[in-house]
């Protein structure tokens, strides 16, 4: 058998740095290979001419042309997988949210010169995230997911696993979510399904720091059901959804009859930091029977081990199909590992959940 092709990247940015670190990045992963950097817009479309990419990581702000109405024309007339690559600012995650929109499979932070901890960390997410865009199943392009990520850490690295006491005084229900690659609209989709006094929901959407701020604004935007970014210490009530902030894990804790929930720092946990599979540990614990999780497409397999804990625990599980998910990584390790109670499609999830919160067991 012959050596599988790697990926081929263009590379798109303005800055001279970020693409010769963004360059130096992707080459250094044995499976991906930068074909060409483009400063703009314009100079890419003529790369493009010459030779088509698998993936193309692309700047926001840019001169001539920004990136967001490049996404549009290439999603138009030749839809290609796009990681959208922007700073972590407020006025860049506001403008970046619409990338999702018009079609992007990813964002990622730039990668800054600093620390060796973040440039290592930035580096692992950047390639990870070309993997899932060329896995990604875009329509047209037909494509199907092919190339699990291998975990480096478990949830053992921020969350001690120990054995699930039983729930007592409360029959609160909590919904723990955890989605990746694709994940933004398929829980925009879930969410606006969800009526305002419907039930607590904790989320990890694998996403930098200053984006989960802006997406959960979006969210609470177009839901009934407020959205908020969670801060630490923030009470698990009724009525609203809680999203993890990015670079920060999200745990539920307990106290007496009531909930509320924990942010830690620590080590990216199977590559992500927030991690579902801290999350659905610490669900697992703490509500036991009383919870309901959910696995949402995604590249890899975070959340998977968790999701099985939440079962073992008594909570009743659901994955996303393949049918419906942008990428069946996550979800697809969930039933392999018999940790999904049911496999549900889209648009049957949010009616499955309000089902499972509001029947007696």
């Given at each position: 058998?012959?050596?599988?092709?790697?990926?081929?990247?263009?590379?798109?940015?303005?800055?001279?740095?970020?693409?010769?670190?963004?360059?130096?990045?992707?080459?250094?992963?044995?499976?991906?290979?930068?074909?060409?950097?483009?400063?703009?817009?314009?100079?890419?479309?003529?790369?493009?001419?010459?030779?088509?990419?698998?993936?193309?990581?692309?700047?926001?702000?840019?001169?001539?042309?920004?990136?967001?109405?490049?996404?549009?024309?290439?999603?138009?007339?030749?839809?290609?997988?796009?990681?959208?690559?922007?700073?972590?600012?407020?006025?860049?995650?506001?403008?970046?949210?619409?990338?999702?929109?018009?079609?992007?499979?990813?964002?990622?932070?730039?990668?800054?010169?600093?620390?060796?901890?973040?440039?290592?960390?930035?580096?692992?997410?950047?390639?990870?995230?070309?993997?899932?865009?060329?896995?990604?199943?875009?329509?047209?392009?037909?494509?199907?997911?092919?190339k699990p990520v291998e975990p480096k850490r478990s949830a053992d690295a921020v969350i001690p696993k120990r054995r699930v006491?039983?729930?007592?005084?409360?029959?609160?229900?909590?919904?723990?979510?955890?989605?990746?690659?694709?994940?933004?609209?398929?829980?925009?989709?879930?969410?606006?399904?969800?009526?305002?006094?419907?039930?607590?929901?904790?989320?990890?959407?694998?996403?930098?720091?200053?984006?989960?701020?802006?997406?959960?604004?979006?969210?609470?935007?177009?839901?009934?059901?407020?959205?908020?970014?969670?801060?630490?210490?923030?009470?698990?009530?009724?009525?609203?959804?809680?999203?993890?902030?990015?670079?920060?894990?999200?745990?539920?804790?307990?106290?007496?009859?009531?909930?509320?929930?924990?942010?830690?720092?620590?080590?990216?946990?199977?590559?992500?930091?927030?991690?579902?599979?801290?999350?659905?540990?610490?669900?697992?614990?703490?509500?036991?029977?009383?919870?309901?999780?959910?696995?949402?497409?995604?590249?890899?397999?975070?959340?998977?081990?968790?999701?099985?804990?939440?079962?073992?625990?008594?909570?009743?599980?659901?994955?996303?199909?393949?049918?419906?998910?942008?990428?069946?990584?996550?979800?697809?390790?969930?039933?392999?590992?018999?940790?999904?109670?049911?496999?549900?499609?889209?648009?049957?999830?949010?009616?499955?959940?309000?089902?499972?919160?509001?029947?007696?067991?």
């Amino acid at each position: 058998m012959g050596r599988k092709r790697r990926i081929r990247v263009l590379v798109v940015d303005d800055s001279a740095v970020v693409r010769a670190t963004m360059e130096a990045i992707l080459s250094s992963a044995p499976d991906i290979e930068v074909i060409g950097v483009a400063a703009d817009p314009f100079l890419a479309a003529n790369k493009i001419r010459d030779r088509v990419p698998d993936v193309i990581t692309l700047d926001v702000d840019m001169p001539r042309m920004d990136g967001i109405t490049f996404l549009r024309k290439i999603m138009s007339q030749h839809p290609i997988p796009v990681v959208v690559c922007s700073a972590l600012t407020q006025e860049g995650a506001q403008t970046t949210m619409k990338a999702f929109e018009y079609g992007a499979v990813e964002v990622i932070a730039k990668p800054q010169l600093g620390t060796k901890q973040f440039l290592e960390e930035s580096s692992a997410r950047i390639q990870d995230a070309v993997r899932a865009a060329a896995s990604a199943r875009i329509e047209l392009l037909g494509r199907s997911v092919r190339k699990p990520v291998e975990p480096k850490r478990s949830a053992d690295a921020v969350i001690p696993k120990r054995r699930v006491q039983a729930i007592e005084c409360t029959t609160d229900k909590v919904v723990a979510i955890g989605a990746s690659t694709g994940g933004t609209e398929a829980i925009r989709t879930l969410l606006a399904s969800i009526p305002a006094d419907g039930p607590t929901i904790l989320i990890v959407q694998h996403m930098p720091r200053e984006f989960t701020r802006h997406f959960a604004q979006r969210l609470d935007d177009v839901c009934r059901i407020h959205v908020k970014e969670a801060e630490q210490g923030d009470m698990v009530l009724s009525g609203r959804v809680l999203i993890a902030p990015g670079d920060r894990h999200m745990v539920l804790r307990r106290n007496g009859d009531r909930y509320r929930v924990e942010l830690l720092d620590g080590p990216l946990v199977c590559r992500h930091r927030p991690s579902v599979d801290v999350l659905f540990r610490s669900v697992a614990q703490c509500a036991g029977q009383n919870a309901v999780g959910v696995l949402l497409t995604g590249m890899g397999d975070d959340g998977a081990s968790g999701l099985l804990e939440m079962r073992e625990a008594g909570a009743r599980t659901i994955a996303q199909d393949e049918a419906t998910s942008v990428v069946f990584g996550m979800p697809a390790e969930a039933i392999r590992r018999s940790a999904a109670e049911s496999v549900l499609g889209l648009p049957k999830i949010a009616e499955h959940v309000l089902e499972l919160c509001t029947r007696n067991r």
